[in-house]
């Protein structure tokens, strides 16, 4: 053979395996883009069961009545307790006359 029928073959090799490897990258990147859009369902799954589960959540401390007491402290300070409103007594929201009057500043 000529070594212009030689090079003629090894550009036409060169020509296939070019093709071969581009055909190879490409399937690579179909997968990999196949495989980030299942993980980036699942991660959406996940954080939508999760929103779910804290609204069910709050629904049902809301239901519970749990919610935050204030009192007054007889420095004039205020103090907060959690408490559920069904723990608490008429007395809890009452302040003293001592509290009310150091509020006033008698």
């Known amino acids: 053979m000529n070594p212009a029928s030689m090079s003629s073959l090894n550009v036409q090799h060169q020509i296939r395996r070019n093709a071969e490897e581009q055909a190879e990258f490409l399937r690579t990147m179909g997968s990999w883009e196949e495989d980030i859009k299942k993980r980036d369902k699942e991660m959406r ?3 939508e069961k999760k929103e779910k589960e ?3 959540l ?3 401390k ?3 009545g749990v919610g935050v007491r204030t009192g ?3 420095s004039g300070g205020t103090v ?3 408490m559920t409103v069904k723990e608490a007594t008429k007395e809890d929201f009452e302040i003293s006359k001592d509290a009310t009057d150091t ?3 008698r």
């Open 72 to 74: 007054v402290r007889m």
């Open 103 to 105: 509020i006033k500043g």
């Open 62 to 64: 809301k239901a519970a």
């Open 80 to 82: 907060k307790a959690k």
């Open 58 to 60: 709050r629904k049902k």
């Open 54 to 56: 804290m609204r069910e």
């Open 45 to 47: 799954e996940r954080k």
